[in-house]
């Protein structure tokens, strides 16, 4: 039973990530009590408990990657929390001295194709309704509007552009079933060049590729599968990575905070890494800073000890 569990729990790491095989036949396991700390299960990784420890850790990093898991309402109360937070902070440093830094929050929610219809809505051209209808969300992420539309309405209010940053799901669709070069030409152009999506490193195919397994084995997919659901996984990761890269070479003076699946945070395996290889050259080394934090512990308790998983973990309070 305890294996059977594992499995699962790794299965929703991915699955509420990718969403792409096995999204609605995952069962919705609720927060677990770890029987051990935090801290004991992530050595490597600091555990909070409050936005006001973690604000003055993250503050000055470039980019902040906010790992959730999409059906929590928590983590995206966690969210908002965190952007207002930031905000605030800014507005008084602005009293202060007179520094201002810009916001941007870059949504894997939203696929590339949604940009011009996000922006009308934050400019107030178009209504809450129009927006969920012309970006097709209930049909293309389709977990509830009311978990994000809170964050959306407070951009909208402060001015604080949101990104489109995900890949569209037919063309994931497309290259799990064909592979990238059933791709033509027009489809190419809303995902990175080819030569930019890479399957490495190997512990982050080893990682997703366990959780297809668990997946196959609970009788949802088959072996051919197998190489097809990693590369949508990497291509997912690619595009989110340049849309956020593109971002920030243009807007260097712009903060990003990134919301995402803790599937592509975790270890910096997924959008962390492509984003600073993107940024990260020669001449910008000492520049380039990110911050990652998991909104709430992984269920998963057989996730690698050796590595840190990310910079923070936000414990949920005990009742």
Not at 62 to 67: K, V
Not at 242 to 264: D, Y
Request: aromatic share 8%; hydrophobic share 35%; proline share 5%.
């Amino acid at each position: 039973m305890i294996f059977h569990n594992h499995k699962i729990k790794l299965m929703r790491l991915f699955a509420l990530s990718l969403g792409l095989y096995f999204l609605s036949t995952v069962p919705a396991y609720a927060q677990t009590t770890a029987t051990t700390t935090c801290e004991n299960r992530f050595a490597d990784t600091r555990c909070v408990n409050s936005v006001k420890q973690l604000i003055p850790e993250i503050s000055k990093a470039r980019i902040i990657y906010l790992g959730e898991t999409h059906d929590s309402a928590e983590d995206h109360k966690k969210q908002l929390e965190i952007i207002q937070e930031l905000r605030d902070r800014n507005h008084n440093k602005i009293a202060i001295s007179g520094a201002q830094r810009g916001y941007a929050i870059a949504m894997e929610m939203f696929q590339r194709p949604a940009q011009n219809a996000i922006d009308n809505y934050l400019a107030g051209k178009i209504t809450e309704a129009e927006l969920i209808k012309q970006t097709e969300y209930e049909q293309r992420w389709g977990f509830p509007w009311e978990l994000y539309a809170p964050i959306l309405r407070f951009a909208k209010a402060n001015n604080i552009p949101i990104l489109a940053i995900n890949t569209p799901s037919e063309i994931t669709r497309k290259v799990s079933r064909q592979g990238l070069q059933s791709l033509t030409p027009e489809e190419r152009k809303l995902i990175p060049p080819f030569s930019e999506i890479r399957t490495s490193p190997d512990e982050y195919r080893k990682l997703v590729l366990a959780a297809f397994e668990a997946h196959q084995n609970a009788g949802h997919g088959t072996s051919k599968n197998l190489e097809s659901f990693f590369l949508a996984q990497v291509l997912w990761d690619e595009t989110m990575a340049e849309s956020i890269a593109n971002f920030v070479k243009a807007n260097p003076n712009t903060q990003v905070i990134v919301l995402a699946g803790q599937g592509h945070i975790v270890y910096d395996y997924g959008i962390p890494s492509r984003v600073k290889r993107r940024l990260q050259g020669k001449s910008d080394s000492q520049n380039f800073t990110h911050r990652s934090v998991l909104l709430s512990p992984p269920e998963d308790e057989s996730l690698p000890k050796n590595k840190k998983i990310a910079d923070f973990i936000w414990e949920n309070n005990p009742d």
